[in-house]
């Protein structure tokens, strides 16, 4: 069956530094990925996609690369402040137009 | 500034009672979504609908039905709500093209009781 992981223990680093998530999934050939953040207690807020024929996407300090050999998307956060402190939540999308959600890795952003 | 509105917050509810969730969106989309997130298990899927009147089971469909008789609006409802219905729900709209984002509504922290 498809399955899509995300550390689940937080990443804690210290302000200023590069944040790295991972999302690694299985048994799946997404089209597209896509990163969302969530905050506690609100809903999810998109943040990038990127496709399958691309290989890293860029917005502002966010950097997210896409390898579907190794079945694996990085999201990076440059220049990290604590209001970058949240949970990151990667979801992959194929034929259907249904995207299919991690279970979330928090990131900690310590002054 | 497109939004996904949730009729409540917060609801507490007691055990058996039928419970209507409420999701309006603004944006025209052909999807909409209800899933729960609990912690641990991330966003399940509960429902969807691509069109008026059309629905479809997500993965945990058991306990839940839904209603979309107009564009805009989305209902989930809890036909004799259980305590292990406890959980925060959260409402999502899509255009038809899907690759797309999803908007999220702010969620509903349903307790059982």
């Known amino acids: 069956s498809q399955k899509i992981e995300q550390n689940s223990e937080a990443l804690n680093i210290q302000e200023g530094k590069t944040a790295t998530l991972t999302c690694n999934y299985t048994n799946y050939s997404p089209a597209y990925l896509q990163w969302y953040r969530q905050d506690p207690g609100r809903g999810p807020v998109f943040l990038l996609l990127i496709r399958e024929n691309e290989k890293e996407k860029r917005k502002e300090r966010l950097k997210v690369t896409f390898d579907t050999t190794l079945k694996q998307s990085l999201f990076h956060i440059t220049a990290s402040q604590p209001a970058d402190s949240a949970t990151y939540l990667c979801a992959l999308g194929g034929g259907s137009y249904i995207p299919t959600f991690g279970r979330g890795t928090s990131l900690i952003v310590h002054p | 500034d497109v939004k996904v509105t949730q009729s409540s917050r917060y609801l507490v509810k007691r055990t058996g009672e039928k419970v209507f969730l409420e999701c309006v969106q603004d944006?025209?989309?052909?999807?909409m979504f209800w899933y729960r997130q609990d912690p641990g298990l991330g966003l399940r899927l509960i429902y969807f609908s691509y069109d008026v009147k059309m629905k479809e089971k997500g993965d945990i469909p058991e306990g839940y039905s839904v209603s979309r008789e107009k564009k805009e609006r989305f209902s989930l409802i809890l036909e004799s709500a259980s305590t292990n219905q406890t959980s925060m729900y959260l409402c999502?709209?899509?255009?038809?093209?899907?690759?797309?984002?999803?908007?999220f509504g702010q969620g509903t922290r349903l307790t059982v009781v």
């Open positions: 999502a709209s899509s255009n038809a093209q899907g690759n797309t984002e999803a908007f």
């Open positions: 944006m025209d989309h052909e999807n």
